[in-house]
């Protein structure tokens, strides 16, 4: 079977042995396409549109020439083996030949994400790599594993989000051949391969389109990272099918079963229909259509009717926030607004939701919120990275893996997590020499506030090698009893999740869960389920017993050691969780 998604733009190479080139160059005068044995001239069609075919075949290398000053890769590459700067190369999509034809992806309620950094995830740091790990993902009892962006960065080491090239994956991690590959093999382990996608912003080194599309770009919003994206003025349509169409690349052309959108709060959209809502639209209307496709949102703005319509869920960061300052006891930052009753908004999460709201969402499914006690931003957006096992005692962090591993949100973990890896996830980076060392400085101003001067200079250089090496799993301390019982803990927790939970999830809606506090740190909740029967979670969120807590009724289904059914006494950091 193979795979090809057809584009508008970029180089498509041809049946016949040809190649045809197409870039969106609006502000050119003249596009010159240069190969390896010389210059051939573009021909300018209308709204600034350059095409040319010609003899070229997969594995050409190849640059556009803009005015006769500025050669550059192009913005549709599919391979970028000489990064950023470098040429770009043909690639034949037809020329994998793939061997998962019967796969049809999950449904959503079956989802248990891991999100994972390829570069770090193992000692090879690539799609290879990966793939050599497959084995043991599959039988912790996840279903899908979400990879950070992918799209060509500059260097060799970033978290993805600093991408300047959407279509080409990461030539540090291994060519396209080797993502096919990966995802093919993880779809033969009944695991389903999501990618985190950026369509907010571009990095900040190799993006090159605002010499010769700056209609790219807008100064009408303002982001975080530099120029806002242009989705709603003059010459946004070509824009908006760029982003599109690399969507739908990464699902059709790589057999990708799920998105996760980063940062959707950024993008500033005032068009009649929001770019959000096409792009799920021409999903559905595609991929979606023939197989289980899903697409999940990142958004600080809570916009619940994204989640009533084409959208499957969100990363719940109140349900991380209030876990965390549960947990920790930590009040500074965004965490000031979950410090005076953490345990409270947690149950508010697990009955309702979004803790703070507004928009009403209690009436949504829970399986429309995706939680987590990690991930890639919250452990890395601190200073030195660390871990939730590195600032809560192990009991609390197990009470709390206890909780969300089995309650009817979509859990999600990060990498390592599953045995409470010891190393830090920092943020690291490979930029040039003019813009390294303002990154790092910018790194030390930004946790000044929170370090002695002797402490801030501490604070890891995000572009040296050693703090990403610092950032690598190591996969061999697996063999060490605490995490080998931390692995056990999860791969028991996950398999009860699968037979004894999911089978009743199917139909779960929204608006008729409650929760009760009990003292300071116990929570009781229930859920009524799709099948009539009730799930429901006692728990005590603290230190100290909690003493004739109120017993839901029902069968016993899991407890942490040391509780037993109906005692008149919960001990500190425990769970218990029942069905009737």
């Not at 502000?27 to 003899?55: K, N, P, Q, W, Y």
């Not at 000692?123 to 993902?137: I, M, N, S, W």
Request: hydrophobic share 35%; with cysteine; aromatic share 12%.
């Amino acid at each position: 079977m193979r795979r090809r998604h057809r584009m508008p733009l970029g180089a498509e190479a041809l049946e016949n042995g040809e190649t045809r080139f197409t870039l969106w160059a609006p502000a050119a005068e003249t596009v010159d396409l240069i190969l390896e044995d010389g210059a051939r001239t573009m021909r300018r069609e209308e709204h600034g549109t350059f095409t040319l075919t010609t003899e070229a075949g997969a594995g050409t290398r190849y640059r556009f020439l803009i005015d006769g000053v500025q050669e550059v890769p192009d913005p549709a590459s599919r391979y970028q083996p000489e990064d950023v700067h470098g040429p770009s190369r043909v690639v034949d999509p037809g020329s994998f030949v793939w061997e998962d034809g019967h796969w049809k992806g999950r449904p959503w309620e079956e989802v248990v994400l891991y999100e994972l950094h390829v570069g770090s995830f193992t000692p090879e740091g690539t799609f290879a790599g990966v793939k050599g790990r497959l084995d043991h993902l599959a039988e912790l009892g996840v279903t899908a594993i979400e990879l950070m962006p992918l799209s060509e960065f500059p260097g060799r080491r970033n978290w993805g989000y600093d991408g300047v090239l959407p279509f080409a994956p990461e030539s540090a991690y291994g060519s396209p051949e080797d993502l096919k590959d990966l995802v093919q093999s993880a779809h033969k382990e009944g695991l389903m391969v999501f990618l985190d996608v950026v369509y907010n912003h571009f990095g900040p080194e190799g993006n090159y389109l605002s010499l010769y599309a700056p209609q790219f770009f807008t100064d009408r919003y303002d982001t975080p990272w530099g120029a806002a994206i242009n989705f709603d003025g003059e010459g946004s349509e070509h824009v908006r099918e760029y982003f599109i169409h690399n969507a739908l690349y990464w699902l059709e052309e790589y057999n990708i079963d799920g998105l996760r959108l980063d940062a959707v709060h950024a993008i500033n959209d005032a068009s009649e229909r929001h770019f959000l809502v096409e792009l799920a639209g021409r999903v559905r209307e595609g991929q979606g259509s023939e197989r289980h496709v899903h697409l999940v949102l990142e958004n600080e703005t809570k916009d619940v009717h994204y989640l009533r319509g084409p959208y499957d869920a969100q990363w719940n960061d109140d349900f991380h926030h209030a876990l965390h300052v549960t947990l920790t006891g930590e009040d500074a930052g965004y965490y000031a607004d979950y410090a005076e009753a953490p345990v409270r908004h947690l149950g508010r999460c697990l009955v309702e939701g979004f803790a703070y709201q507004d928009e009403p969402s209690a009436d949504l499914s829970p399986s429309a919120f995706v939680s987590f006690i990690q991930n890639h931003d919250q452990v890395g957006n601190r200073a030195f990275g660390e871990r939730i096992g590195r600032l809560a005692p192990p009991e609390a962090v197990r009470a709390v893996a206890e909780i969300y591993l089995l309650a009817p949100q979509i859990p999600m973990l990060f990498m390592g997590e599953e045995w409470n890896a010891g190393s830090p996830f920092p943020f690291f980076c490979d930029f040039g020499r003019d813009l390294a060392p303002l990154v790092a400085r910018g790194r030390r101003e930004e946790f000044a506030e929170f370090f002695e001067r002797e402490d801030g200079a501490r604070i890891p250089d995000p572009g040296t090698e050693e703090t990403f090496r610092r950032a690598v799993l190591d996969w061999g301390s697996l063999e060490e009893p605490e995490h080998a019982g931390r692995l056990k803990l999860y791969g028991g927790l996950l398999a009860l999740r699968r037979e004894k939970i999911l089978p009743r999830l199917g139909g779960l809606a929204g608006g008729e869960a409650g929760y009760r506090i009990m003292g300071e740190r116990g929570l009781s909740v229930r859920w009524p389920l799709g099948d009539g029967s009730t799930l429901a979670l006692l728990a005590n969120l603290g230190p100290e017993p909690l003493g004739d807590p109120e017993w839901p009724q029902g069968e016993l289904l899991y407890a942490s050691e040391g509780v037993h059914a109906h005692g008149r006494e919960l001990p500190g950091w425990s769970v218990a969780w029942l069905t009737g």
